[in-house]
């Protein structure tokens, strides 16, 4: 298990012990041609949201599709663009999984996490990461991912070991798409900061945003 830096954000979210945190999930490439993608619960996801609605003395939800809803899209136009401008240009979307919370999805964005999957027909497979801290720290933890991604600073400040961000995105390919690319990946970037909202959200490199409440993490599959 990582150091738990960043429990205490996930504390206004947590409900009965449990971070109240669900997959959604989009393997339609088509659908990544529009504006908007509907990323869809997992059954999974159903069960650990009626928990946090229990406590929240809400309904409890039957179906996954209740799940569908836009809170839980997702827009992958202004990091295609990214990459576009930054690693290659004939780049398309494959799939997506995000981490979202339980009736907030991605209305507070320092509280969701995604990965992506690209093809390129010039160089293969590229993955990007873009999540929240307190997110991803709880995600590797469920995974029982015991490297630590985040080390910590002076000034109450954490860094990036990128060493670990190859690994820790090599797990998540595995359990979000079922791809083993354990000691395959490479980096493309180094780990770097983003902001904005999570829809039309990713920052130019090197941006000076204030609002910078996530990290993201590009890599290519050799």
């Known amino acids: 298990m990582t150091e738990n830096f960043f429990a205490n954000d996930r504390l206004k979210y947590t409900f009965d012990g449990q971070y109240a945190h669900g997959c959604f999930f989009n393997s339609q490439a088509q659908d990544f041609e529009k504006p908007l993608v509907q990323l869809h619960a997992t059954e999974k ?15 409890a939800l039957t179906l996954v599709d209740e799940l569908d809803e836009p809170r839980y899209m997702t827009s992958t136009a202004q990091l295609t663009k990214l990459l576009h401008n930054t690693i ?10 995000a981490e979202f919370i339980c009736d907030m999805g991605n209305q507070d964005p320092q509280h969701t996490l995604r990965l992506v999957e ?3 027909e010039k160089t293969g497979t590229y993955l990007v990461l873009v ?14 991912f015991t490297s ?7 000034n109450g400040q954490y860094y990036a070991n990128n060493a670990a961000f190859l690994e820790a995105m090599a797990a998540l390919a595995q359990s979000y798409f079922g791809l083993d690319v ?9 780990v770097f900061a983003v902001g904005g909202p999570f829809i039309n959200h990713v920052n130019a490199l090197g941006s000076e945003d204030d609002d910078l409440n996530r990290i993201c993490f590009i890599a290519r599959v050799k």
């Open 118 to 120: 690209y093809h390129s």
């Open 88 to 97: 290659i240009n004939d780049l398309q979307v494959v799939q997506e999984a």
């Open 148 to 154: 630590e991604v985040f080390e910590p600073g002076e």
């Open 45 to 59: 996801t159903l069960e650990q949201f009626n928990h946090a609605r229990k406590v929240l003395n809400e309904r």
């Open 182 to 190: 354990a000691g395959q990946l490479v980096a493309q970037t180094e």
């Open 131 to 144: 999540a929240g801290a307190p997110m991803l720290e709880a995600v590797l933890n469920d995974l029982n």
